[in-house]
């Protein structure tokens, strides 16, 4: 039969234990709750990427990358955001013009991109991020379906508590310089960059 000081011990002993279990409990549904935070952050981040490029919008596309971001998709890279908003803007005139020249009684084309399949691993203030991507074009009746598809391979940094990507490479399985190697998982192994392939006016 335990006395009055042991059986205290041993109440004092399991409190002590509960709240370790508590704190341990707690920390993680921390952690937990700010990887959700960060990666609904940064699936907002990729979502705002494709609504500024299908839009022609410069200035939003843009401002998903850092200031001194990189986007690479087989042009070669393309520094800062100056650079990236010209690159948009240069493919909106040329929207604009195809658009312009679209014949009567045809419905002018429109291209959207989706993305899915979202990986993202979070260190700190640094992210890494793998997705699968999708273009649709319309025809003149306005109907269309699947024409690209590739998958992202992003470098992310948070910046002042928002997400922006440092580097973001573009695959795209339609041409044999920018398509992913198969066999290679992109999401344990990064892959290298896409090949420079000269744009059509250069070649």
Request: glycine fraction near 10%; include cysteine; hydrophobic fraction near 40%.
């Amino acid at each position: 039969m335990l006395s009055d000081e042991q059986e205290g011990l041993m109440i004092r002993r399991r409190i002590g234990m509960s709240l370790i279990a508590a704190a341990f409990a707690c920390a993680a549904g921390t952690a937990f709750a700010d990887y959700g935070t960060d990666r609904a952050l940064i699936e907002d981040l990729q979502a705002r990427y494709l609504f500024a490029l299908d839009f022609g919008d410069p200035e939003a596309y843009a401002n998903t990358f850092a200031p001194d971001g990189i986007l690479d998709f087989g042009w070669g890279e393309i520094k800062g955001r100056e650079a990236i908003a010209k690159f948009v803007a240069d493919g909106r005139k040329r929207i604009e013009e195809a658009r312009a020249k679209t014949p009567p009684g045809q419905r002018p084309s429109v291209g959207r991109h989706a993305i899915h399949n979202i990986v993202v691993k979070i260190d700190g203030d640094k992210a890494r991020s793998v997705a699968y991507w999708s273009h649709m074009t319309s025809g003149p009746d306005g109907r269309g379906g699947v024409d690209f598809f590739g998958h992202y391979e992003d470098e992310l940094v948070k910046v002042n508590g928002e997400w922006l990507f440092a580097r973001r490479r573009i695959y795209n399985e339609a041409v044999p310089e920018w398509a992913s190697q198969y066999g290679v998982n992109p999401v344990t192994t990064p892959s290298p960059p896409p090949k420079y392939r000269a744009p059509s006016g250069q070649r």
